[in-house]
């Protein structure tokens, strides 16, 4: 819904949003919610808050930063990235937000090498796995191995095209 009215991109996190001059994401799409840019706040103890997240941060959710990063941004490795929903060659197949271990809105698999490199999905936040939302719009319980797993060529956050 936010894409479709914003010539098909996505929102950014706070990563990237206000040097573009944008809203981040949980502000920008809080209107899609039920609420209003004024009290978008009040979604962190409500929908922006996963039950069982026992932490005291706000944010239980973050962005695949892939999703606003640009090919002349200046990161390691620079792979392609997917600011337009039109971009995505395989939606029921790329992790658009997940669950999060950081007390960021963002998620940022562009610095993984590894799986010990993860530090900011919460990889077991429901028994062995956490919620993953997908760029077509589901979301399903996963294990963390079967979003990441180098040695096995599986990568759902910047999957090759």
């Known amino acids: ?26 502000k920008a799409i809080a209107p899609y919610l039920g609420t209003t840019a004024e009290s978008w ?15 005291s941060h706000i944010w239980s959710y973050g962005l695949n ?8 941004d200046d990161y390691r490795g620079r792979p392609q990235t997917w600011r337009r ?11 658009l937000m997940a669950e999060n271990a950081s007390d960021a809105d963002h998620i940022m698999p562009n610095f993984w090498d590894r799986p010990e490199d993860v530090t900011d999905v919460a990889r077991r936040r429901h028994a ?21 797993n180098p040695a096995r060529n599986v990568d759902l956050w910047h999957p090759e095209p």
């Open 41 to 55: 706040t009040n979604l962190f103890a409500t929908v922006y808050h996963c039950p069982a997240d026992l932490r």
């Open 128 to 148: 062995t796995r956490s919620n993953y939302l997908f760029a077509d719009g589901h979301a399903e319980p996963r294990t963390f191995e079967s979003t990441y």
């Open 65 to 72: 930063v892939y999703f606003e990063l640009g090919p002349d």
């Open 85 to 95: 929903t039109t971009q995505i060659r395989r939606p029921t197949q790329t992790i």
């Open 1 to 26: 819904m936010y894409a479709e009215d914003h010539n098909n991109e996505w929102p950014r996190s706070q990563h990237s949003a206000l040097s573009h001059r944008q809203s981040p994401w949980a």
